[in-house]
């Protein structure tokens, strides 16, 4: 490995072992060590770090401040080991991406999506159930859509009621405890699950038709119709399910924290209750 791919891999690691996950960072450094080889480089300069994040004259300018700013965490970093490594400026290429303005659900937008959810195609699969049981965890246990993804059938406690939520960001964990009903509709879909496909353990709690893992492309693809979707015919499907989705929560404005949550009172669905009377909810689309 040459001296600057290196580095940047010792850097990576170092700062993995502190909690970060630097999936980002670790792509683009890769690409700014194979830079600095081919220019021969011998020490990090801010001429060489300017030049390799405006390498795409037609990038838009937050591409050229994206990179650098990856460039001067190494740069902050390895001027310990090379006192002339020149770390750029914060000011220099300043752009600040608009935070996207959350949309909070109302009650009767909870309830349709999870009615639309449950007509997902295919008629009597278990697609239906899986995306509505996780948005209705979703807007009464306020996880992350990731966390609820990554579920495994031995994180669902049903009988004392608690999810563990493993490994999440700066790889900490934590117990979320759910109410009796949400208890009663996910162990409905767990053994519904488990029916299908026959013969295969459940690679994950939420599975798709084939049941595999959800991924993220699959979630955004579903959700998107379950949100257009006008609610019509769907409480034969929720009966079906063994819930009601008169929805009793009320979220409130957007925390002036800009975090992206919103709260709920009660629960998104009289199935699907939260333990607190206070659930932080996070909006599925991240918008």
């Not at 029916?195 to 893992?213: E, H, I, K, L, N």
């Amino acid at each position: 490995m040459s001296p600057w791919r290196s580095a940047v891999a010792d850097y990576i690691q170092l700062r993995r072992n502190l909690g970060f996950h630097l999936r980002d960072a670790e792509r683009a450094l890769s690409k700014f060590a194979a830079f600095l080889e081919r220019h021969r480089a011998a020490h990090l300069t801010l001429a060489l770090a300017l030049q390799w994040a405006q390498e795409d004259p037609g990038a838009p300018p937050a591409t050229g401040a994206w990179r650098l700013s990856f460039v001067r965490g190494f740069a902050r970093h390895w001027r310990a080991q090379d006192p002339q490594t020149e770390v750029p400026p914060a000011d220099l290429l300043p752009h600040r991406r608009p935070r996207p303005r959350p949309y909070l659900y109302s009650d009767e937008e909870v309830r349709r999506l999870l009615e639309a959810a449950l007509r997902l195609p295919p008629v009597g699969g278990l697609r239906g159930l899986t995306y509505h049981c996780l948005l209705g965890l979703l807007a009464v246990t306020g996880l992350r859509v990731g966390e609820a993804r990554h579920l495994l059938p031995t994180d669902v406690d049903l009988a004392a009621g608690l999810l563990t939520i493993r490994n999440t960001k700066f790889g900490k964990s934590r117990l979320v405890p759910i109410h009796p009903s949400t208890q009663r509709v996910l162990a409905r879909y767990a053994a519904r699950r488990d029916r299908m496909p026959a013969g295969r353990p459940a690679a994950a709690f939420f599975v798709s038709q084939r049941g595999t893992p959800l991924s993220v492309s699959a979630s955004t693809t579903r959700f998107t119709p379950c949100r257009s979707k006008p609610a019509s015919a769907g409480r034969g499907a929720a009966a079906a399910l063994g819930c009601t989705t008169s929805g009793t929560a009320s979220p409130s404005r957007r925390s002036s924290g800009g975090t992206g949550r919103g709260r709920m009172s009660s629960g998104g669905s009289r199935c699907c209750r939260p333990i607190s009377a206070t659930s932080t909810w996070r909006t599925p689309t991240g918008t």
